[in-house]
């Protein structure tokens, strides 16, 4: 049967339901825009960043999947990862250089077209820091104003009505010289959703067809999970720019050689296809791929609602650019141990391949003799004085008291934003030498610290170490107010807040109520849940459920880890997360899940080779009888492909 033509495709679109739109950098490469993709911006800041007497083609490496037949799919470096380590490792803390993905002022014709469909009322969601949807808007619709949204608090929890205001939903953050750093730091930093933009995105993914421009899909911390797990009775088009002949591809055709048995194996567009047509997420014929020009795709759009339109004649020739990321790096500190943490942290999830061991150990070695020379910084030095005090054995008595001292000396030279964390450290300190009264004290002062001045991530950093010394229960970050849609479906809140309250009694959690909902609420404004989850990996462990209600939300938050883990190519953490999801299995009586996920862990350890995980299939053997060896050779087909 032929393919559908362009118009076949669109006329649905713009005959039955509401539009909206998501694109990406994508749309802003083209001229006079020519901004750099998300590959090219990635291996300019690794490039720049990276210290000379490092091996620098291992660090560009990491921009793809290593070159050997077993690699899980996401073992390459995500924006959001970049940006975390950037920002955390010190280089760049205010991350001055996305003022390189937005320095442009002259639109091309996809924003212009955007622009159009705008005015016409679609949805236009983007995850470009640019402003040149604006610039075009402005130039295209005169004195018409269009409502930007970049904060969090900004975005409301259901689609906008047909009626509103033009609005243009900027879901990472929009460029520094607009206003919203902040804002734009925090999107940038998120390794999942909000829950205000989560809800907001599912509800526009419900109610409205869904056109995908400029968007290549490996953006698989935040987006990429709530466009593949909804299910959605509208149109979903996803457009890949190419200048060749047009090609239209749907349903089952998207991914004609896929051998994945769970969408766990894919990643990015690959997972969004194979959980709408293999998982009937849309219905059948409901999501189509076009290779295509995107402009060519946009025109057609735009044209339907506006027959009319024009696209405004240029503002004279563009200005010449230089090499945006060559002048952001002349402004970055030229020695110290910031750039040698940045690649160790890089680097860090692949150091189990002997490539990669070798590139971390390298910079691990410069880091402590440059964080102790004179040239450090003092964030600098309380780092390695974070690194002695965790390296310490449990009656090192002496050297606690010199980390004590060190950071003592510290605190009058550190910056206000620091401070909280130095404190962080002293509570540390404090609780493991003085005791429950003394620690929770130093505890209150760090957190004040940070909450006074709005320092978020610092704060809830503080407070996930408190709880860890103050003792972690299963189910006291429990609140219905912070869990999944799907939980709820299954689980009652009354329900939930009953085991909740039951659980921190019999455990005599030393946390307090307040601030254990201040944490869950952090996580959920900052996008880091994941590491609430991760702390209770431990207990995930020995969980055993007869009633089932519980079992499900321990099974969903464990699914979700592996995910996290799977999307930041974090192969040692799935592996960690499988183990869970095995023994939740086998205390839920579902021994065949639990041997699929036995085998996924020793199919793991085929390339980590970590012992405790070998200890952990203990119950393998007993169990490996309920799965027979057709599907363990599709098991592994599903993991590692056909390149074994």
């Not at 969004?272 to 999501?287: C, E, H, I, L, Y």
């Not at 070695?365 to 004179?374: A, C, D, G, K, N």
């Not at 910056?415 to 450290?425: M, N, Q």
Request: glycine share 6%; net charge negative; charged share 25%.
């Amino acid at each position: 049967m032929p393919s559908p033509s362009l118009s076949d495709v669109i006329h649905p679109l713009t005959t039955s339901g509401r539009l909206a739109l998501l694109v990406g950098a994508g749309i802003s490469l083209d001229s006079p825009s020519n901004l750099m993709d998300g590959g090219s911006f990635t291996r300019g800041v690794i490039h720049h960043v990276c210290p000379a007497d490092l091996d620098r083609d291992t660090a560009l490496s990491l921009l793809r999947l290593p070159d050997c037949p077993l690699r899980r799919p996401g073992e390459y470096i995500r924006f959001e990862t970049l940006m975390m380590s950037l920002s955390q490792e010190r280089v760049d803390a205010d991350l001055k250089v996305l003022a390189s993905l937005g320095e442009s002022r002259e639109p091309n014709r996809n924003h212009y077209l955007l622009a159009a469909l705008l005015a016409a009322g679609a949805i236009v969601m983007t995850t470009n820091f640019d402003c040149l949807i604006e610039i075009a808007f402005a130039r295209l619709h005169g004195g018409r104003k269009l409502r930007v949204v970049s904060a969090d608090a900004d975005f409301p929890t259901q689609a906008p009505p047909q009626s509103a205001e033009p609005t243009l939903w900027k879901l990472h953050g929009s460029s520094p010289d607009d206003g919203s750093v902040q804002a734009t730091i925090t999107a940038v930093l998120a390794t999942s959703m909000t829950i205000r933009k989560r809800s907001f995105l599912k509800d526009t993914l419900r109610t409205c067809h869904l056109v995908i421009a400029g968007y290549s899909g490996s953006d698989d911390l935040d987006l990429n999970p709530v466009i593949a797990d909804i299910d959605s009775p509208q149109r979903l088009l996803w457009i890949q720019h190419s200048s060749g002949p047009v090609r239209v591809v749907q349903d089952r055709a998207l991914l004609p050689n896929c051998a994945a048995l769970s969408d766990r194996d894919l990643i990015g567009r690959d997972r969004v296809f194979f959980m709408a047509t293999r998982r009937g997420k849309r219905p059948a014929g409901a999501v189509l791929y076009v290779e295509a020009p995107t402009s060519t795709v946009l025109d057609i759009l735009a044209r339907r609602y506006d027959p009319s339109f024009t696209e405004p004649a240029a503002e004279g020739p563009p200005p010449a650019r230089g090499d945006t990321l060559a002048a952001w790096a002349k402004g970055l500190p030229s020695t110290g141990s910031a750039p040698y943490s940045f690649i160790a942290f890089l680097a860090g999830n692949g150091a189990f391949r002997p490539r990669m061991r070798r590139l971390v150990e390298a910079a691990q070695q410069r880091i402590p003799v440059l964080r102790r020379s004179p040239i450090a910084t003092p964030m600098q030095k309380l780092s390695q004085a974070i690194e002695d005090f965790n390296a310490l054995s449990e009656h090192d008595h002496s050297g606690a008291r010199l980390v004590r001292e060190t950071v003592l000396a510290l605190l009058p030279t550190l910056a206000r934003e620091d401070l909280g964390t130095a404190h962080r450290l002293l509570a540390c300190m404090d609780w493991n030498e003085s005791g429950q009264g003394a620690g929770e004290a130093s505890f209150r002062r760090a957190v004040l610290l940070d909450r006074e001045i709005g320092n978020l991530r610092p704060e809830f950093h503080t407070l996930n170490t408190w709880r860890d010394f103050a003792g972690l229960t299963q189910w006291d970050d429990l609140f219905p107010q912070f869990l999944s849609e799907e939980v709820l479906n299954h689980v009652s809140p009354d329900y939930i807040e009953r085991q909740r309250a039951q659980a921190r009694r019999l455990s005599g959690t030393l946390f307090p109520e307040p601030e254990l909902f201040r944490l869950n609420e952090l996580a959920a404004m900052t996008g880091l849940l994941p590491a609430l989850w991760t702390s209770a990996l431990l207990s995930l462990h020995n969980f055993v459920d007869a009633e089932g209600q519980l079992g499900f939300i321990a099974l969903d938050r464990g699914e979700r880890l592996v995910r996290f883990a799977v999307d930041m190519g974090d192969v040692e953490g799935e592996a960690q997360a499988t183990v869970a999801m095995g023994r939740l299995y086998a205390g839920v009586e579902q021994p065949q899940l639990a041997a699929t996920e036995f085998r996924r862990v020793a199919e793991l350890n085929r390339v980590l080779q970590r012992p405790y995980l070998e200890e952990a299939l203990y119950a393998l053997p007993a169990m490996d009888a309920d799965l027979n060896s057709p599907t363990r050779e599709e098991l592994r087909n599903s993991m590692w492909g056909s390149a074994e």
